[in-house]
C-alpha cells in the first residue's frame, strides 16, 4: 500500500520562507513524477512544480523564481523549497507521486496548510 506523507507547512510572514517535504512509500518502484499541487478556498487544485525521475522540473508562472523543487530518488522524497511568499501562495498544498509502472497510478498525501499572512 502506498503512502505518501507531507510536513512542513505553517504561517509565515510575507517574504518570508518555508521548506515542505514529501516522503512516498510502499512501492518497490521508483516513482515516474513526484510533484506539488496547491488549492486556495474557492478554487481549482493547481501544479505548483513537478520533478521527473530524471530530474525534468516544471513549475507554474506564479511561483518561478521563487519556488524550486527537489527529489531523492532513493527514498523517494521530494522538497519544495518556498522563498519570497506571498500572500496569494495561501493554500492547502498536496504531494502527489505517480507510478512509473502501469497503470501509472497517482497517489496523494493528505496535504498541509501554508499560510501567509502578516
Known amino acids: 500500500q502506498v503512502q505518501v506523507v507531507e510536513s512542513g507547512g505553517g504561517l509565515v510572514q510575507p517574504g518570508g520562507s518555508l521548506r515542505l517535504s514529501c516522503a512516498a512509500s510502499?512501492?518497490?518502484?521508483?516513482?515516474?513524477?513526484m510533484g506539488w499541487y496547491r488549492q486556495a478556498p474557492g478554487k481549482a487544485r493547481e501544479l505548483v512544480a513537478g520533478?521527473?525521475?530524471?530530474?525534468?522540473?516544471n513549475y507554474a508562472d506564479s511561483v518561478k523564481g521563487r519556488f524550486t523543487i527537489s527529489r531523492d530518488n532513493v527514498n523517494n522524497t521530494v522538497v519544495l523549497q518556498m522563498n519570497s511568499l506571498k500572500p496569494e501562495d495561501t493554500a492547502v498544498y498536496y504531494c502527489k507521486a505517480t507510478s512509473s509502472i502501469p497503470p501509472w497510478s497517482d497517489y496523494w498525501g493528505q496535504g498541509t496548510q501554508v499560510t501567509v499572512s502578516s
Open positions: 520533478i521527473t525521475l530524471g530530474g525534468s522540473t
Open positions: 510502499g512501492s518497490i518502484f521508483r516513482f515516474y513524477f
